[in-house]
């Protein structure tokens, strides 16, 4: 595996309780797991920002930012897309020096709110 790919699985993996929350929030507001997506990216300074919304809406941030290149934007927009109704796309950008890093990770399961 490439140390990018390392970097951002590593990322996914300490993420973990971050991407269980705004999940259980967005579950809580009535929100349909298959239309979720969540974006995370952790900063060179360990800052770690990002949320939860709509695949299209994540999508749409991703493919306007112009701080990955083209073609790293068009993979991640087509692998939110192209996920299963049980499965919420989680794109993790990781800082290094001088780059981004990024693609897509998917939480998967059936997810629904329990009283």
Known sequence: MGTDE???DDFFTSASSTIEELVTKALHDG???WQ???VLERRFDGEVTGGCGSQGA???QIV???RLPMGVRHAIVNSIVVGGLHEIPV??????EGEIA????R????LRVMS
Not at 91 to 96: D, E, F, I, K, Y
Not at 102 to 105: A, E, F, I, L, Q
Not at 107 to 110: A, K, M, T
């Open 6 to 8: 390392q970097l951002l």
């Open 31 to 33: 929100r349909p797991v």
């Open 36 to 38: 979720l997506a969540i």
């Open 58 to 60: 994540i999508a749409s």
């Open 64 to 66: 306007r930012d112009a």
């Open 91 to 96: 794109v993790v950008l990781v800082h290094g």
């Open 102 to 105: 990024g693609g897509v990770r």
């Open 107 to 110: 939480v998967r399961g059936s």
